[in-house]
């Protein structure tokens, strides 16, 4: 997933607490990134946030395979 927009390298921390939101000028509750966040961690994986090459956000899902 990738966000434009100003990039937020000082808001990481904030932006995995629940009910955050960082860009209110978009409709949201703040949940999005934080339940994505509990998923990943409850199938072994984990969520990784970053700066995207186009200026934002990216927001990356890291998943391991049950075979590996």
């Known amino acids: 997933m990738r966000r ?10 904030q932006a995995m607490q629940r009910g955050v939101r960082l860009d209110t000028s978009q ?11 509990e998923l990943c961690r409850v199938y072994g994986g984990s969520l ?8 934002g956000l990216a927001a ?8 590996s």
């Open 4 to 13: 434009l927009g100003r990039a937020m390298t000082q808001l990481r921390a």
């Open 27 to 37: 409709p949201g509750s703040g949940l999005g990134l934080q339940i994505v966040d």
């Open 48 to 55: 990784e946030l970053g700066d995207s090459a186009l200026g």
């Open 60 to 67: 990356t899902v890291i998943l391991v395979s049950p075979l």
